[in-house]
């Protein structure tokens, strides 16, 4: 069992930026791929990000590409999801996941190859 915990989400202006963090205590966070995803009221869940376990190799969803950065810090366990020039589409439910079963430079935009969620945070911003 991993137990993720989301935070830095909140209320940006369009234009804005917002640094979104996932932190869990457990091992298999650290050698694991992590993912983001997000859901929008009324839509289906998304994929924003991922990065491997190995800290490369780092996949991104069409509608975020050249905007949005994910990074980790192994020493901190912590995986970053820096988002820039925020625009209404992109508020949503921002939740980090674990894909337990992903190789060492494996990275998945696959909602059902990741086991552990953690909560979401809420992401808000106005035009």
């Known amino acids: 069992q991993v137990h993720l915990v989301e935070s830095g989400g909140g209320l940006a202006q369009a234009g804005g930026s917002l640094t979104l963090s996932c932190t869990a205590s457990e091992r298999a966070f650290n050698t694991n791929a992590v993912g983001w995803f997000r859901q929008a009221p009324g839509k289906e869940r998304e994929f924003v990000a991922a990065?491997?376990?190995?800290?490369?190799?780092?996949k991104y969803g069409d509608s975020v590409k050249g905007r949005f950065t994910i990074s980790r810090d192994k020493a901190e366990n912590t995986v970053s999801l820096q988002m820039n020039n925020l625009t209404a589409e992109d508020t949503a439910t921002y939740s980090c996941?674990?894909?337990?079963?992903?190789?060492?430079?494996?990275?998945?935009?696959?909602?059902?190859?990741?086991?552990?969620w953690g909560r979401g945070t809420q992401v808000t911003v106005s035009s």
């Open positions: 990065i491997s376990w190995a800290g490369g190799s780092p």
């Open positions: 996941a674990v894909d337990p079963h992903s190789g060492y430079g494996d990275t998945s935009s696959i909602e059902e190859h990741y086991t552990y």
